[in-house]
């Protein structure tokens, strides 16, 4: 586990060269290191596999592959591993994203796992993150969490030969055993 360093403002995290390798969770400057291997395997391959979602090739909103900043609250300024905002909510998209895109991923590893499963994941339902998907690279999983009542609801959990299909996304299908390749 991650320790957090010490409590600082979103103007201090937020006045940090780009890319140095923190995250700003709970008021908390966290330690983050660089991604892994693995993890970006897994990035890289999700993303050419969402490249061909119906829903990205009719335009319909912006996607993003991270890290990219995403500032929740003065509390909270997370780098996801990918996210998607709808065209309708274009305007939270400045210079970074300033609110709760409509879909996150994050990729586990193991120095980061108890963040992305606890904080954050509280966070993005807190604020309305319409479907929040977990990538496990150790476990070779992928979780699709969707906000039903302003809470999340585990509604699949694809199995390394299974194929996870998005609830918010037509046509964005993540066949789990192509993450990992």
Same mark, same amino acid.
């Given at each position: 586990?991650?320790?957090?360093?010490?409590?600082?403002?979103?103007?201090?995290?937020?006045?940090?060269?780009?890319?140095?390798?923190?995250?700003?969770?709970?008021?908390?400057?966290?330690?983050?290191?660089?991604?892994?291997?693995?993890?970006?395997?897994?990035?890289?391959?999700?993303?050419?596999?969402?490249?061909?979602?119906?829903?990205?090739?009719?335009?319909?909103?912006?996607?993003?592959?991270?890290?990219?900043?995403?500032?929740?609250?003065?509390?909270?300024?997370?780098?996801? #591993?990918?996210?998607?905002?709808?065209?309708?909510?274009?305007? $939270? /998209?400045? =210079?970074? *994203?300033?609110?709760?895109? @409509? &879909?996150?991923?994050?990729?586990?590893?193991?120095?980061?796992?108890?963040?992305?499963?606890?904080?954050?994941? #509280?966070?993005?339902?807190?604020?309305?993150?319409?479907?929040? $998907? /977990?990538? =496990?690279? *150790?476990?070779?999983?992928? @979780? &699709?969490?969707?906000?039903?009542?302003?809470?999340?609801?585990?509604?699949?959990?694809?199995?390394?030969?299974?194929?996870?299909?998005?609830?918010?996304?037509?046509?964005?299908? $993540?066949?789990?055993?192509?993450?990992?390749?």
């Amino acid at each position: 586990m991650l320790t957090a360093a010490k409590k600082i403002t979103l103007d201090e995290y937020m006045s940090m060269p780009i890319g140095a390798p923190y995250q700003y969770i709970n008021g908390y400057l966290v330690d983050w290191p660089s991604r892994t291997v693995d993890h970006q395997i897994a990035l890289g391959n999700l993303v050419q596999m969402i490249m061909n979602c119906e829903d990205r090739l009719q335009n319909k909103g912006i996607y993003l592959m991270g890290p990219i900043e995403v500032v929740l609250d003065d509390q909270n300024s997370f780098q996801p #591993d990918f996210v998607y905002i709808s065209k309708e909510r274009g305007d $939270i /998209i400045k =210079d970074y *994203i300033y609110g709760a895109p @409509d &879909l996150v991923v994050e990729i586990l590893w193991e120095k980061n796992a108890c963040y992305d499963l606890r904080p954050k994941k #509280d966070a993005y339902e807190k604020y309305g993150v319409k479907e929040y $998907i /977990i990538i =496990d690279p *150790i476990q070779q999983n992928v @979780d &699709l969490y969707i906000l039903k009542n302003g809470v999340f609801i585990l509604e699949q959990k694809a199995q390394l030969t299974e194929i996870l299909k998005s609830a918010l996304l037509r046509g964005f299908n $993540i066949e789990v055993s192509k993450l990992f390749q």
